[in-house]
């Protein structure tokens, strides 16, 4: 009987074994953009189809992102969230439940892919209704902090009868982050942007906690993560090389902004059509309705059809579209609908045709703040014109010069008001070499001089794309005198030595010409500055020697012609600097009865120096090494043996010998 229960026993297993389907055994589906989550019965549904969402958003990729990002509503809010990429929310995937399974133990759940499934704003789907199903979502490490992301969404925007919680938003932000998910790094750095959260997270500033979130993202292959971390940079080529790899992860803003670099010849690359067009057209195959789209529809010379492009753009709630719509329209809908996207271009064409002072200082501020991190700075040209002459608008001239996309009006502004104001080294550069041979021409009276003249100028000197233009040497001369003092020079190997008095510090002349070559497009660049010059070195007391007149110098000196190099770093006017030099001997002053022991020296040391329009001031310490050779001093009577003088008689045969000394120097010049 036992061995028949046991048999029945089987029997059933394997039937009801048998009536597993394939594909919750397998995890594979045979359907088109399809997948499989299991769970186990107290995880329950929620977790076996938040894992099906996510191997459906891998299998799909980016590729349905642009389809849900041009679903709007009227009010040209995205129906799924025009920020959100498909990988931070399972609500930016419509999908479909084809099947299911449960067993005694788990729960295995079939889904499709559905692009048809309209989403709204705040459309919950039913089996994600529950906050707390989200919160134990996030804590699923196998899901990547997916859900966590999702929380931060809702605690953000205030969904799900939650109140607006950005402190909490943060969170789970930072969670997601740290989980794999690298929107929720995006998010965050966002979030504290445009809520400036000072002290938040260990009292560290709002920006460069961004900053880190940002970082974050783009390293870990997010390309839109390169993008904002771009926008917070202030040095152009570091932004040049964001926006490639961001272009490069499939940003579709990144792949746009680097095609105006190229185009525009801009952050040390020469003009380049071609690669511009390329980066248009890839950010356009990224995202058909992004801002590549925008620019190549620009280019359209046929007015009707520009103007079409515009509107089917614009209709897609693309800003810079409504933005150029409405300004060659003349618009102010299109304007108005542009500026409540963000666009600091259309911003900027709203305030120009605003009458009130106030309303039109209050959008173009939003203008330079928005387009400052992009690729946009007219709204800030406009405010230092609105402000000038003032304090504040040179604050506003400065940011729309210095900036990547900068605009040449604002340096030409600043160089009016001085040179020293203008802060963009390139440009302002440009400026002065264009003004002095204008100057020139002007004097000459000769109109094809000044023809020649302004055509050589090129808009940027460098001329290789691949930035190595910045390594373009610049020079400057310069010619310097010193004056310090030299530690003893202790001659130990000539005999008697110890007998001379000894002067303490001895005095060190040094005069010096010379050149220094340091990179043209770096205001922190490094530099070499080779010279040559003689220099007088006070050796020991002479006036016991014969032969010494009362009227010469007392101090045996050493006068040497010199050779030597500074290396160092530039930062502005300020030099900090590694120094060698070395000095052959020329001839000794003091008498030409003795014979200077000294052969050659070599110093190695180091200095700071600052420059003041032509003016140089430096201090340098050396550690020199003398060469000599040896010999002896000797005494004899004189003037009938009543007193004693000496003599120096160097042996010029014998190997030499070497000595240190401390040198310090004070040099004065000029620079030109």
């Given at each position: 009987?036992?061995?028949?229960?046991?048999?029945?026993?089987l029997?059933?297993?394997?039937?009801?074994?048998?009536?597993?389907?394939?594909?919750?055994?397998?995890?594979?589906?045979?359907?088109?953009?399809?997948a499989v989550?299991?769970?186990?019965?107290?995880?329950?549904?929620?977790?076996?189809?938040?894992?099906?969402?996510?191997?459906?958003?891998?299998?799909?990729?980016?590729?349905?992102?642009?389809n849900?990002e041009?679903?709007?509503?009227?009010?040209?809010?995205?129906?799924?969230?025009?920020?959100t990429?498909?990988?931070?929310?399972?609500?930016?995937?419509?999908?479909?439940?084809?099947?299911r399974?449960?067993?005694?133990?788990?729960?295995?759940i079939?889904?499709?892919?559905?692009?048809?499934?309209?989403?709204?704003?705040?459309?919950?789907?039913?089996?994600?209704?529950?906050?707390?199903?989200?919160?134990?979502?996030?804590?699923?490490?196998?899901?990547?902090?997916?859900?966590?992301?999702?929380?931060?969404?809702?605690?953000?925007?205030?969904?799900?009868?939650?109140?607006?919680?950005?402190t909490?938003?943060?969170?789970?932000?930072?969670?997601?982050?740290?989980m794999?998910?690298?929107?929720?790094?995006?998010?965050?750095?966002?979030l504290?942007?445009?809520?400036?959260?000072?002290?938040?997270?260990?009292?560290?500033?709002?920006s460069?906690?961004?900053?880190?979130?940002?970082?974050?993202?783009?390293?870990?292959?997010?390309?839109?993560?390169?993008e904002?971390?771009?926008?917070?940079?202030?040095?152009?080529?570091?932004?040049?090389?964001?926006?490639?790899?961001?272009?490069?992860?499939?940003?579709?803003?990144?792949?746009?902004i680097?095609?105006?670099?190229?185009?525009?010849?801009?952050?040390?690359?020469?003009?380049?059509?071609?690669?511009?067009?390329?980066a248009?057209?890839?950010?356009?195959?990224?995202?058909?309705?992004?801002?590549?789209?925008?620019?190549?529809?620009?280019?359209?010379?046929d007015?009707?059809?520009r103007?079409?492009?515009?509107?089917?753009?614009?209709e897609?709630?693309?800003?810079?579209?409504?933005?150029?719509?409405?300004?060659?329209?003349?618009n102010?809908?299109?304007?108005?609908?542009?500026?409540?996207?963000?666009?600091?271009?259309?911003?900027?064409?709203?305030?120009?045709?605003?009458?009130?002072?106030?309303?039109k200082?209050?959008?173009?501020?939003?203008?330079?703040?928005?387009?400052?991190?992009?690729?946009f700075?007219?709204g800030?040209?406009?405010?230092?014109?609105?402000y000038?002459?003032s304090?504040?608008?040179?604050e506003?001239?400065?940011?729309?010069?210095?900036?990547?996309?900068?605009?040449?009006?604002?340096c030409?502004?600043?160089?009016?008001?001085?040179?020293?104001?203008?802060?963009n080294?390139?440009?302002c550069?440009?400026?002065?070499?264009?003004?002095r041979?204008?100057?020139?021409v002007?004097q000459?009276?000769?109109?094809?001089?000044?023809?020649?003249?302004?055509?050589?100028?090129?808009?940027y000197t460098?001329?290789?794309?691949t930035?190595?233009?910045?390594?373009?040497?610049?020079?400057?001369?310069?010619?310097?005198?010193?004056?310090?003092?030299?530690?003893?020079?202790?001659?130990e190997?000539?005999?008697?030595?110890?007998?001379?008095?000894?002067?303490?510090?001895?005095?060190?002349?040094?005069?010096?010409?010379?050149?220094?070559?340091?990179?043209?497009?770096?205001?922190?660049?490094?530099?070499?500055?080779?010279?040559?010059?003689?220099?007088?070195?006070?050796?020991?007391?002479?006036?016991?020697?014969?032969?010494?007149?009362?009227?010469?110098?007392k101090t045996?000196?050493?006068?040497?012609?010199?050779?030597?190099?500074?290396?160092?770093?530039?930062?502005?006017?300020?030099?900090?600097?590694?120094?060698?030099?070395?000095?052959?001997?020329?001839?000794?002053?003091g008498t030409?009865d003795?014979?200077?022991?000294?052969?050659?020296?070599?110093?190695i040391?180091?200095?700071?120096?600052?420059?003041?329009?032509v003016?140089?001031?430096?201090?340098?310490?050396?550690?020199?090494?003398?060469?000599?050779?040896?010999?002896?001093?000797?005494?004899?009577?004189?003037?009938n043996?009543?007193?004693?003088?000496?003599?120096?008689?160097?042996?010029?045969?014998?190997?030499?010998?070497?000595?240190?000394?401390?040198i310090?120097?004070?040099?004065?010049?000029?620079?030109?």
């Open positions: 009987m036992k061995k028949i229960f046991l048999f029945f026993g029997v059933v297993n394997l039937a009801f074994a048998s009536s597993v389907p394939q594909w919750a055994k397998s995890g594979i589906c045979s359907e088109k953009d399809c989550g299991e769970a186990s019965k107290k995880e329950g549904e929620a977790s076996a189809l938040a894992r099906a969402l996510k191997s459906l958003r891998l299998s799909l990729g980016t590729s349905v992102q642009a849900y041009e679903r709007v509503n009227s009010e040209g809010e995205s129906k799924a969230s025009a920020q990429k498909i990988y931070a929310s399972m609500q930016n995937i419509g999908y479909k439940v084809i099947d399974f449960i067993d005694d133990k788990k729960i295995y079939k889904i499709q892919y559905e692009p048809t499934k309209k989403i709204l704003p705040n459309e919950e789907i039913g089996e994600f209704s529950i906050i707390s199903n989200f919160e134990k979502l996030c804590k699923s490490r196998d899901l990547d902090g997916y859900y966590c992301v999702s929380l931060g969404k809702k605690y953000e925007n205030g969904e799900n009868d939650l109140a607006k919680n950005y909490i938003a943060l969170k789970y932000y930072e969670q997601g982050c740290k794999g998910t690298l929107e929720g790094c995006v998010y965050a750095g966002n504290l942007q445009q809520q400036n959260m000072q002290g938040v997270l260990k009292g560290e500033k709002s460069q906690k961004a900053k880190q979130f940002f970082s974050k993202a783009c390293e870990g292959g997010l390309g839109l993560g390169c904002r971390l771009a926008s917070m940079e202030s040095e152009p080529t570091v932004r040049r090389d964001l926006y490639k790899k961001g272009c490069l992860l499939d940003d579709a803003l990144s792949c746009a680097l095609g105006e670099i190229y185009e525009f010849g801009l952050a040390h690359l020469s003009k380049n059509p071609i690669t511009a067009e390329v248009y057209e890839d950010s356009k195959g990224i995202d058909k309705n992004g801002d590549g789209a925008v620019i190549l529809a620009s280019k359209i010379k007015k009707s059809r103007i079409r492009e515009y509107k089917k753009l614009c897609a709630h693309n800003a810079r579209a409504c933005a150029l719509l409405g300004q060659e329209e003349n102010i809908t299109y304007l108005e609908k542009s500026s409540a996207l963000k666009s600091p271009r259309g911003l900027y064409f709203l305030a120009l045709k605003q009458e009130a002072r106030s309303t200082s209050e959008l173009l501020k939003k203008s330079c703040l928005l387009g400052e991190a992009k690729d700075t007219k800030c040209v406009e405010l230092g014109n609105l000038a002459p304090k504040e608008s040179l506003y001239y400065s940011i729309a010069c210095g900036s990547l996309f900068y605009a040449q009006e604002a030409e502004k600043l160089y009016e008001i001085s040179p020293k104001a203008c802060n080294e390139v440009v550069e440009q400026i002065a070499n264009t003004r041979a204008t100057t020139q002007a000459e009276n000769d109109y094809d001089t000044y023809v020649h003249a302004t055509k050589s100028k090129s808009r460098p001329n290789d794309e930035a190595l233009s910045s390594l373009s040497p610049r020079f400057s001369l310069f010619l310097t005198a010193g004056f310090g003092a030299a530690d003893t020079i202790k001659l190997n000539i005999k008697g030595y110890d007998e001379i008095q000894s002067s303490g510090a001895n005095f060190v002349f040094a005069l010096r010409f010379g050149s220094e070559m340091r990179l043209l497009h770096k205001k922190f660049t490094p530099y070499i500055a080779p010279y040559i010059g003689i220099s007088s070195t006070d050796i020991f007391d002479i006036s016991d020697f014969s032969g010494v007149s009362s009227t010469r110098s045996l000196s050493m006068t040497a012609i010199n050779g030597g190099s500074q290396v160092g770093i530039k930062l502005g006017g300020l030099r900090v600097y590694g120094l060698i030099d070395y000095g052959y001997r020329l001839f000794s002053e030409q003795i014979a200077v022991p000294i052969r050659n020296t070599l110093g040391g180091g200095g700071i120096a600052y420059r003041f329009k003016w140089v001031i430096s201090a340098e310490y050396l550690q020199a090494t003398y060469t000599y050779n040896g010999g002896e001093i000797k005494s004899s009577r004189q003037n043996h009543y007193s004693w003088s000496k003599n120096l008689e160097l042996n010029l045969n014998s190997s030499t010998h070497k000595t240190k000394s401390s310090f120097l004070v040099n004065l010049g000029i620079a030109f």
